[in-house]
């Protein structure tokens, strides 16, 4: 692998090949959560890369006083930026697949663009699996459209990425914009019947025409279950705080909420977060890390204080590694207990707006 000056590999004309993606996939599993310089070193060598192909991402680590010292001080893009521009590292090349946001409070959604699915595929799988969340030892049961129904959906790729890994069998049960709560509810009851565990998957608003269907009596689902929900409240015509959320699943499925997952991940980036119960913590795979900054200063809350969240995802290899999101969260020790999105909280320790990458 080549090198620079700097001592850093150079990954330009080796992350558009199979051997080269597959390669990084690799050192990005061999990682270990408290391997910190491991992970400083491929983020530094990432950012160098991504900075000379991606415009927008080059010019904010300029404003920012040049090439960053370490992962912490890599200045994150926002993400409205991804709705204003295509942020893709391979010019020339045609990108395999775009993935879009969903969110009904914008007029132009977020584009992600992939030259391939396969770094995306690894790691949406082995990133729920370090996490313990159990989807290979279930069937499973996805409240979200297929991958063929929605090609430009990063969460129903990465349920497609899973049930292809997985011995069990799965199946979406949302065709043509709607929940097939009949089908869903006789396969469920058939696995109750045979004390076969489940795994359910879907965004936290699929899960209310479930939870409202009083009419029917709850199922307690096997030993072994679990679920997982996604968020997706905010810009919707109803929202339920988390512990209300949850207390509702825990006595429609006979479940406790230690059995209860929640993801956090977004269109725009190829890793996730996950939290288990009610009151979990948010936790990373190795090959990524979250900081919780000031939204008045852009520096590092200290532990137990708010602030926005903002991602260095290191299998963000096709668009930027830095992300800075509008969701509030609270610092924690290993991780951060995630609130939901902030509407009134832009940050502010950057002087340069998504408007401004995108025309300077």
């Given amino acids: 692998m080549a090198k620079e000056k700097s001592g850093f590999p150079s990954f330009r004309g080796e992350l558009d090949r199979p051997e080269g993606r597959a390669q990084w996939a690799k050192s990005l599993q061999s990682l270990a959560a408290e391997d910190d310089r491991g992970f400083d070193r491929l983020a530094l060598a990432l950012c ?12 904010l680590l300029q404003a920012a006083g040049g090439f960053p010292a370490d992962w912490r001080t890599i200045p994150p893009v926002p993400q409205e930026l991804f709705k204003q521009a295509l942020l893709f590292v391979h010019e020339g090349r045609t990108p395999r697949r775009i993935f879009e946001t969903s969110g ?7 584009r992600h663009a992939l030259l391939d699915v396969d770094l995306y595929r690894a790691v ?59 089908g869903l509810r006789t ?49 919707r015509t109803r929202e339920l705080s988390k512990p209300d959320f949850y207390r509702a699943l825990e006595a429609r499925f006979g479940i406790c ?4 997952w929640s993801e956090y991940g977004m269109t725009e980036l190829s890793s996730q977060a996950y ?26 809350c200290r532990i137990g204080e708010k602030g926005l969240v903002a991602w260095v995802d290191l299998a963000n290899i ?23 999105r902030s509407a009134d909280l832009p ?14």
């Fill in 124 to 182: 949406s799988a082995e990133g729920a699996r370090r996490a313990g969340v159990p989807w290979e030892t279930v069937d499973l049961h996805f409240l979200v459209p297929s991958p063929q129904e929605a090609p430009h959906s990063s969460l129903s790729a990465m349920f497609g990425f899973w049930s292809e890994q997985s011995a069990h069998s799965a199946h979406f049960w949302i065709q043509d914009g709607h929940l097939d709560q009949k």
């Fill in 104 to 110: 009904t409070t914008s007029p132009s959604p977020g």
């Fill in 257 to 260: 909420a230690e059995e209860i």
């Fill in 318 to 340: 096709d668009s930027v590694l830095a992300i800075q999101t509008q969701d509030e969260a609270i610092a924690a020790r290993d991780g951060f207990r995630l609130l939901g």
């Fill in 187 to 235: 396969a469920l009851c058939e696995a109750v019947r045979a004390g076969r565990p489940v795994g359910l998957c879907g965004t936290a608003f699929a899960w209310i025409p479930l939870i409202d269907r009083h009419e029917e009596p709850p199922l307690c689902l096997p030993r072994g279950s679990f679920l997982l929900e996604t968020g997706g409240f905010k810009g």
């Fill in 48 to 59: 160098r890369m991504q900075a000379r192909q991606v415009a927008p991402f080059g010019r």
């Fill in 275 to 300: 939290a288990q119960g009610a009151e979990g913590i948010h936790r990373t795979p190795p090959w990524a890390r979250v900081r919780i900054l000031d939204p008045l200063t852009g520096r590092d």
């Fill in 347 to 360: 940050l502010r320790g950057c002087s340069l707006t998504a408007e401004d990458l995108r025309s300077s």
